[in-house]
């Protein structure tokens, strides 16, 4: 009875981590430099344990995010990020800022910004997971590591809607329940490399 009773429970569940980085409909965007278009910030994040079970689960890396994210809209709602306009008003009120942007869970240390990230900064994309989520179904995890500037090779985590990372928008947009997968980088922050 027990053994029926966690299968009922889970059975709306997703599990497995499936990599679709080599996978032919996205070698394009693999191939492809990206600029990012606006000042940023690296971050310790919470991000996806690739090394993780069936149900997935969460580890610190890196994440990326930027300064003064635009407002965005949910139906009739209008939602603004309370982020900080820059490095320099991070520094002003650290501890505040770090506080309010990223939630502590018990027994963690509090996590804070790491370094500002600058304009024209250049990253390629290294990897592309649906990754189970419980209830939300598989969700889109998006690797990529910055080929230039100050953190050159540093790999971070792309914020995705319902991923882990828990701090501002989304940098990118994916979904695979659909016949034709469809990856979509946000055009807020980043652009393609002019070679």
């Known amino acids: ?19 679709h980085t080599d996978d032919k409909q996205y070698q394009p965007l693999r191939a492809a430099c990206f600029t990012i278009k606006k ?11 690739l090394q993780a079970g069936r149900f997935g689960d969460s580890s610190f890396c890196t994440g990326i995010q930027g300064f003064a994210p635009k407002a965005y809209q949910q139906g009739i709602h209008t939602y603004h990020y309370q ?23 018990l027994f963690e240390k509090q996590r804070s910004m790491i370094a500002p990230v600058g304009v024209g900064t250049q990253l390629r994309i290294t990897g592309i997971y649906e990754y189970p989520r419980g209830e939300m179904g598989h969700v889109p995890i998006v690797r990529a590591k910055l080929i230039s500037g100050q953190f050159k090779n540093t790999e971070v985590e792309l914020p995705s809607q319902h991923g882990f990372s ?13 016949s034709a997968p ?4 946000s055009s807020e922050y980043l652009q393609p490399c002019n070679d």
Do not use: N
């Open 1 to 19: 009875m027990t053994i029926l009773s966690m299968a009922l429970l889970l059975g709306g569940c997703a599990s497995g981590i499936v990599d």
């Open 39 to 49: 000042p940023a910030f690296l971050y310790e994040a919470r991000c996806a344990d």
């Open 83 to 105: 982020y900080p306009s820059s490095w320099r008003e991070y520094l002003s009120s650290r501890h505040s800022w770090d506080k309010k942007m990223f939630p502590k869970l």
């Open 166 to 178: 828990d701090a501002g928008p989304d940098w990118i947009s994916s979904w695979f329940q659909h």
């Open 182 to 185: 469809d990856t979509r980088l």
